[in-house]
Each structure stands twice: as C-alpha cells, then as structure tokens.
C-alpha cells in the first residue's frame, strides 16, 4: 500500500530532531504544541 502510494507514513512525522534536542522536546509532550510525532534523525 505504501509503494502504490495509497499510505503516505511520512504524514505522520512532525518533527525530525536531533538526539541533543531530544530531552527538551521529551519534557514537553504534555503541552501537545504541534501535530505528529518527532522522530530523531541526526545523531
């Protein structure tokens, strides 16, 4: 479904982070500011 383009996953992600913004972005996830989830992407 995803190769014949009918899911699109990528939709789902918010925010690509690094992992040194990771805690700041942790501790705030209980003021839901955005929409999607953050994926940590630069190591």
């Not at 918010?14 to 003021?31: C, F, I, N, Q, T």
């Amino acid at each position: 479904m995803i190769a014949a383009g009918k899911r699109q996953p990528q939709k789902l992600v918010g925010k690509h982070l690094s992992l040194d913004e990771a805690p700041e972005v942790l501790m705030a996830m209980d003021r839901f500011e955005g929409l999607g989830i953050s994926v940590v992407t630069r190591f």
